[in-house]
DNA sequence: AATGAATGAGATTTCATTCAT
DNA sequence: AATGAATGAAATCTCATTCAT
């Protein structure tokens, strides 16, 4: 009945955006605004302060990588065969849209310690996969935390890479590469 | 390899640890100073502006990391002795003292431009050598910038994983496990 | 000595409460259309701004009481009558309806100014009535300023008073002993 | 060794004198700092906000007059010489500066409750001394809650009625009348 | 009649920096 | 060397009001 809702993606949309390109401390209300053609005040209609609004584009980016996760999850795959889609997975959506991987990336530090209560967190469930594939005697007797964070640090540098140019878009012909050296890793590794 | 400073001023102390912990553009010259036990004033007697610190600051930092590569470069060591001695000394540097590595981990978005430029900066040293390993038969052929990337990717990640409480400190008791891990990658790795 | 209105609309009996609540200008239209359950806009189609609504209620709560002095004063009373019944219908009005009085008695001075100069005010008159009284002989010579406001002061207090929780409601119930104290002030008041 | 707070009590008089002048809400950081002559930022060095300001600058008004009963409390006075010593006080307090007068009665409404709590606050104070004159028989029985608020009511009208103009100032040449007049209410009244 | 997104002006507050002491 | 009051610019946020729907 009132007017629609024109501008409440291009605020969040330009947010996003230069959250990536100047920080979030970097980014004023008026820069986000600026881009998206609207006032200041017009932030204030769909978020509470600057601070909801990193919050609201957080946990809706996370969402989107960590239900990859989930969702590979509920098929029970061999071990190779999950890691390698996961990463294949994971890099489509980063080709998709770079802008939301960074900016996950640039906002954990602050805003982590809202997820990782979670029992079911991306990393929590990563290394429960790695630890039942051991259990189930596909991988050898390893430090199952110390592979899923060398797998995890493989898997994320190709992208921070690929934002500082070292390696050419798009990411997911390199998918099969990392997701062998993951698998390899995995596989070679010793107590 | 160096020592670490035994008396960093306060005011430079406190500025790396608040970086840190509350990010560059989050933290106050007032914060700085009350942390340091000084008025804001003091600040301007050894910086010229808070600019001025953080670039001091960085640089201070990220010289001592680069340096490692550098001293290591310098003599010539078989692919896979380099690659082990470089993890150490990286682990060791982090576990005297994380606050270092952090800060450096999250200004060079803000300074690498600064350091880019550098033909000499690490990660082109880095891909250099492995790049050199590959030409004397050290190494199989493969995508080097890729190899480089993913050997960065682990050892950088479970510094971050020693952060957020993954991984148990200090990290270097780790070292051998991801030293092996990174010349395994590059070993097996295919073009 | 009228009724209360029945059904007030909800948007003003809502902006009653918060002004007395928060303030006039402590209360924002959004406050008052949420507790009205309607929307920013609608409170457009009733008055043409916040100020004209606030001028609305004023209007009309100072008229209640106005009128009560009024029409004591159509009739001729004996002044000990006249101030015992004024103190009842005060009071009676006030329990009715404690949120008109204080009201009243937080944008009168903001808003005083567009009733003051009305020669029938009702501190004016209630002025003159005590003086009249004292040319009749009624009442001893004295200093008539002084002792209207004493009375004023004595019967407004009552419902302060009542207000902060240091005399218990109903107020009509001390009229009886507010109008006795306000008639002897008057009667032994001394030039 | 730093500058001097030159402006320090420039702002909170002026913050004081809008306040009465303008409200509280009516009155802006930027109202204050142009009439203190600073600029805005000049406040927060002092006060760490407006909020805080304004608590500042009741309490210490507030203090002010509640040390006059207080004090006067300390020494065994026959009620009437209490009661009259008690005016005059008062009065030449509010001669000396009507402002802090008037910003109490102005933001009690919202900032009592800090004082409410005090079992020695002044209503809490003046109400049990009238109470012990009557323990003592120096007042006969009598709603000692309802005496007293009246007694209020009488000395507090006459302050408000000199700032709206209807009494003349000084105050201090009424506090003889006022403080008759309490007197003789608290000894006429009746159970 | 009503909605609620958007505006535009202004409010409070923060903060790097300067400067008298 | 150091202090901390004060500045000036900018940041976040609020809010009465308008207007397309």
Do not use: W
């Not at 601070?51 to 509920?74: P, Q």
Request: with cysteine; charged share 25%; aromatic share 8%.
């Amino acid at each position: 009945m009132g007017r629609p809702p024109l501008k409440k993606s291009a605020i969040e949309r330009s947010a996003l955006e230069l959250f990536v390109e100047k920080g979030v401390d970097g980014t004023s209300i008026r820069d986000i605004a600026q881009r998206a053609g609207v006032t200041e005040g017009a932030l204030y209609r769909h978020h509470r302060s600057k601070d909801d609004l990193v919050r609201h584009l957080f946990l809706e980016s996370y969402t989107r990588y960590s239900e990859v996760i989930k969702k590979l999850n509920a098929e029970p795959l061999p071990f190779k065969t999950f890691v390698q889609s996961l990463v294949k997975e994971f890099y489509r959506l980063y080709d998709e849209d770079p802008y939301v991987f960074q900016f996950v990336m640039i906002v954990r530090h602050h805003l982590l310690d809202e997820v990782r209560s979670d029992e079911k967190n991306p990393i929590e469930l990563l290394t429960r996969i790695v630890g039942s594939a051991v259990k189930k005697g596909e991988l050898p007797r390893q430090n199952v935390d110390l592979t899923t964070q060398l797998m995890l640090g493989m898997v994320l540098q190709a992208a921070v890479a690929q934002q500082y140019g070292r390696l050419k878009a798009p990411l997911v012909q390199h998918a099969d590469a990392v997701g062998k050296a993951c698998v390899e890793l995995a596989v070679r590794a010793t107590a």
